[in-house]
């Protein structure tokens, strides 16, 4: 079974410009998360689909951050226009919403964004 | 204020050494969990332990959970080259899902 994957794993962009991350979770889960780790800090959470609804956005740092998920399967997370504060690695993870609580969450590689 | 601290924050050993990380956490939990991310890659998960669990093994991996110190600790046993990443604690958020990180430890095996 395929885990979570991540597109681009890396992505160099310029100040002012737009970029799009894609996460394709594990098939048949319902959860997907983004997250970011950002100049080494800690792991942030940034935000929660249950299928396609966002339950839960409270992470998402300002409006330049753009989550969807189309149909409940992949998602995308647009960032426009982009600052040099957004640079950090963005992760996706999936779980299958089986078990509330419970659940382990498997992370995808991560994209690693740097704005210049 | 922080979910998660792990201590130490970097940890530097011979290979064949056992590793302890610690962990601590300032909300109830559900569960605990612990994360592995290798330089550059993306995070694996090793264990999970329920809040009901005070000790868990997993291969060369024991973790315990002491819910009356809101603490955790992981150890690896005869720690190899490759166990050199950096680990990290999470805990849910109770009536959600999203995951609290520690900061992590950055642990190096020496060969």
């Known amino acids: 079974e395929a885990g979570v994957t991540q597109f681009p794993s890396h992505s160099v962009i310029e100040k002012g410009q737009t970029v799009t991350l894609r996460c394709d979770p594990i098939s048949g889960h319902d959860n997907l998360y983004w997250y970011r780790r950002v100049m080494g800090k800690e792991i942030k959470f940034l935000l929660h689909?249950?299928?396609?609804?966002?339950?839960?956005e409270s992470g998402m740092p300002n409006n330049r951050f753009l989550a969807e998920r189309t149909g409940g399967t992949y998602s995308t997370l647009k960032v426009q226009p982009a600052e040099l504060e957004d640079s950090g690695v963005y992760f996706c993870?999936?779980?299958?919403?089986?078990?509330?609580?419970?659940?382990?969450?498997?992370f995808g590689p991560g994209t690693r964004l740097t704005v210049l | 204020s922080q979910q998660g601290e792990e201590d130490p924050q970097a940890l530097s050993i011979q290979e064949g050494e056992n590793a302890t990380m610690n962990c601590s956490y300032k909300?109830?939990?559900?569960?605990l969990q612990w994360y592995r991310q290798n330089s550059g890659r993306g995070l694996v998960h090793l264990i999970l332990i329920r809040s009901n669990e005070r000790e868990k093994h997993s291969g060369r991996l024991r973790v315990t959970l002491d819910t009356s110190k809101k603490s955790s600790s992981l150890l690896i046993t005869a720690s190899r080259a490759a166990d050199t990443a950096s680990y990290f604690c999470a805990t849910p958020n109770f009536g959600n899902e999203k995951l609290t990180f520690g900061t992590g430890t950055r642990l190096t095996i020496i060969p």
């Open positions: 909300t109830s939990i559900n569960n």
């Open positions: 689909f249950v299928k396609e609804s966002k339950q839960d």
């Open positions: 993870a999936s779980s299958p919403g089986t078990k509330r609580g419970a659940d382990t969450q498997y």
